[in-house]
C-alpha cells in the first residue's frame, strides 16, 4: 500500500513535539535505535499521538508489529484510509 | 480528552519555542501556555521543555508523593502543569514501582528523604479487587471490603504519623465489566460491585480521617470510562489511567494543591447579553429577550442563572459586568418573572460602557478580593480575549455560543473547587449583602463614633476547636493582606496547635446590628523558654478594617499570655507582596520595634503588665 506523504508530515510533527528536536527526520526505515530517548514509554506517547491524530485505534496485535517508522505509516495508512 | 475550558493557541509550537532565557519571564511564559488547551503531548513537551532549562518560580516548589500500585509515571509531569497553570511548583516524587509501602516503613528511604508536603494514594481497581471472586457469598464479600479498606486507612496513618501532611486518595476507577449486567449489585463477588462499595467506604472513612478524595469516578462516569482507562494500555504498560488523561488528571491533583493552598477563585462574573438571557436588552427590550419557559434558548439560559445561583447559595459571590446602560440592565432583574437571578444575589452589579479589564478591576477592588478570584464568564470571544491580554490572572473560560453547556463548561473547569465548605461559605451572600447594608448606613452617620458605637459591636472569641478547623484552615491560607507572618497551616499543624499546652489559637466572631460577620481574625501565639509568648499568627479579614478589632484582639492575645505565665509578647512582622498595609501595626498597638530587617522585617516586644485595654465600643464575650 502507498503511504501518503500527508502522513510523513504528521509523523514529523509528533516526533518533534514529544522529543523536542526539531532536527529529527524520519524515513520508513528509521527505528528507536536511531533516535535518541525513544524508549517503550516514548514508544506508546508516540502511538496514542496518532491515535488521536487519526482518530484510530491500534489493537494489541497492530502495536506488537510495529518495528519501524514504515510499519507505523503503513497501519496509519490501513486505518485512515 | 480536552481541557475544553481552555482557549487553544494557534501558535503554540512556536511559543515552546520562543520561552524566554531568563528564569524568571521563562516561568511566566510557561504559566501562559499552561493556561492554553493542552493536550497529552503538549503537557508533556511543555514539562520536558521546562526541565531542560533554569526557571525560577515565584515560590518554594510543594513537594507531593505519589503512592501508587502501578505505573503513574506518565501522569506525573501533568501535575506540575497542572501546577503551573495555578502559579505553582510542584516538585513530584514517585517511590521504586511497587515498593511504596517499605519505602513509608523505612525512615531511611527515599520517600523519608524527599519529605513530602503532600500525598497522593494512586492505588488501581485490580489491585484493590485481587481478593474478590465471583462465586463469593455475602460475608465473604463484605469482609474482603472491611480487609482493603482498613489496609487504605492503615496507609494513610502511618503516613500522616510520618510526614503530618494533607493526604489525597483517589477513588478506584470503575473499570471492572460487570458480570451480571444492570443488576450486577446483586453479585456479592463482583468486583464492579465492589468499586462501588469501596468508593462509597473510602468517603466515609476519609471524613473520618481528615483525608481528601480525588474523585475520578464521578469524572469518569461524566467523561466515559474508556475514556479514562484503556485494557490495551494495562496490559501494555500497566498504566491504568490512559496518557490521554493525564492533562486533566494532573489538573485535578492541581486543583486539590491549590485549594491546600487557599489559591481558589472566589467570585463569578456575569456578562449579560448572550450570557445570562438570550438577546441584547437594550435592542431586543424587556420582551424580546430568551430568558425561562418559552423558548428552548430561554430555558437553557435559565438553568444556567440557576446554576450561578447554587454557586452563590454554596459561598460564590456573583457579580455583573456588562456593556449596557445601568437602568437597561437592571431592568430584567427587578421586572422580569422568569429571571432565576435577582437583584440581591449580586453582590456587585456593574453596567456601563467603561471597558470590562477597568470594570473587572472596580469590582475586585468593591468586593475587596484580588483579581486572581475572579472568573469572568463571558459570550463574546472579543471580550474574552481582551480580559486575558490585560489580566491574565482572572480566569476566563471558553464558554462558546451553546448557553446549554455554560453550566458544564464552567462546572468542569473546577475554579471553585473547594475541600469542604463552611458555615461562612452558606451565609457568604448574606454576609456581603450586611456589608453594603453597613457601608449604606456608615453613609449617613454623622462621625466615626457615632457609626461604631451605632453599630453594636459583639466580639465573641473561643479557643480552637475541631468545628472550627475547617473555617480556621481556609482562612490562615487565604488570608494575604491583613497578615502579619503570612504563615500557612495545614490541618494537622492546627490541630496540633489545639493539642499544645505551650500554645493559644483563637478565632474570633464579630457581631453587629447587621449580621454576624463570621469568624474574621486568627490569632496563634506559643510560649518559649525565656518566658516570652510569640505571636506567630495574627491575621484578620480586611472586611472588618476600620471596627476595631485590632486593639481587642491585643486584650486578648494579653490574657491568653498572662494565662501562661509570659511577662512579654513578642510580634513579628514578615514582609511578603501583599502584606504592606499592617507593616506599622504592632506599632500602633504599643510595641516598642527592635532593629527593623534589610527586608523590613522586625520584631516588637510589648510587656504585658503595663498593658491597659484601650476604650473601643466593641463588647468582648467568650463564646
Known sequence: ?81 | MELHWLPSLPDWREALRALPEDPAAAWHAAEALARTRLDFVRTNALDTALRGRPVEPPAHPLRLAVLGSCTTTHLLPAIRIGGLRRGLAIEVFEPMFGGWRQELADPASALHGFAPGAILFSLDAHHVTAGLRADMDDAAAEAELTAVSERIRSGWREARAAFRCPILQQAILPIHPPLLGCNEHRLPGSRAGFVTRLNAVLRTMADAEGVDILAVDTRAARDGVARWHDPGLWHRAKQEIALPAAPLFGDLVARWLAALQGKSFKCLVLDLDNTLWGGVIGDDGIEGIAIGQGSPLGEAHAAFQAYAKELSRRGVILAVCSKNDLANALEPFERHHDMVLRRDDIACFVANWTDKPANLRAIARALNIGLDALVFADDNPFERDLVRRELPMVAVPELGDDPALYASIIAEAGYFDTLSLTREDRERTGLYQANQAREAWKDTATDLDAYLRGLEMRLVWRRFDPIGVPRIVQLINKSNQFNLTARRYTEPEVRAVMGDPLAFGLQLRLLDRFGDNGVIAILIGRLAGDGDVTIDTWLMSCRVLGRQVEPVTLDLAVAQARALGARRLVGVYVPTARNGMVREHYKTLGFSVNGVEQDGGYRAVYDVAAHEPAPTFIETVAG
Open chain 1, 1 to 81: 500500500m502507498e503511504v501518503k506523504s500527508e502522513i510523513y508530515v504528521g509523523l514529523t510533527e509528533i516526533f518533534h513535539d514529544i522529543f523536542l528536536r526539531d532536527t529529527i527526520a524520519l524515513t520508513p526505515a528509521t527505528t528507536a535505535a536511531d533516535v535518541e530517548g525513544w524508549d517503550s514509554f516514548k514508544q506508546l506517547e508516540i502511538v496514542l499521538a496518532a491515535e488521536a491524530r487519526w482518530g484510530i485505534r491500534f489493537s494489541t496485535r497492530e502495536l506488537d508489529r510495529l518495528a519501524c517508522v514504515g510499519d507505523l505509516a503503513h497501519a496509519i495508512a490501513a486505518k485512515a484510509g
